[in-house]
């Protein structure tokens, strides 16, 4: 099992988005789990699942097992978003650090993938998130401020060293019509080889998943987005396979 937290500390730079559409495209590949832990329940409503009280908060400390729903399509599961997924990071400040990795561990029989939608926050969660996970996936826009969250983002994981074997940024809503992201991508991943080379454009039907509540890649297969996912994917595993 590989367990793939998608973070930024900072919002609106396509973590839902890309956990959406990358658990579609490993379940294409074998059973995958997408946990949606941001109390917006975003990751729920693009696979038309009610976000639900019980499935967050206190509640997941009983066990992740009974949390899980089907979602509409095969291999590919959830647990729903909870509005009181608010309150974990203060529900995990007196917790011994491994607990969501513990949490996780019984799972991992069951699941090849799993996929965790984190909120941009800098609480206990994220710290607890570090810890768990096999690779931190944090998608960037090519905009100073978005890379300078990035930066905030290492220096904290520096500190918490050894808590995570894999940080894997990419580039998210690039426009390369753009002199500023043409300069910001190819600056940025040479001084950088942790970098994925993996693109995703800005594209008019990656908003669209909004309106159809469904990943890009059962609507629009053919999108060069819905190409440049199943690329990042890729590159994904790979890099998984050499970091572990
Ligand atoms: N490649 C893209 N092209 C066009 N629009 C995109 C792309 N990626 C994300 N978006 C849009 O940007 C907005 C933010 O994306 P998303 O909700 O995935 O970000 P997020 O990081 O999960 O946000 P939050 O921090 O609020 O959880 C959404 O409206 C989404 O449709
Ligand atoms: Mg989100």
Redesign the pocket.
Known sequence: MSLIVVYNLKGGVG??TSVVNLSWVSAQQGPTLVWDL?P?S?ASFYFRVQPQKKAGGKHIFEGLDGLIHETNYPNLDLIPGSFTNRKLGNLLVDQPAKTLKKLLKPLAAQYDWIWV?APPTASELAAHLFWAADILLVPLIPTPLSIRAYETISLWLQKKKGSLRSVRPFFNLVDMRKSLHRRLVSEYRMDHPEFLETLIPQAAAVEKMGEECQPLLMFAPSHPAAHQYQALFRELAVAQQVDL
Do not use: G, N
């Open positions: 973590k839902t941001d917006q975003a939608d």
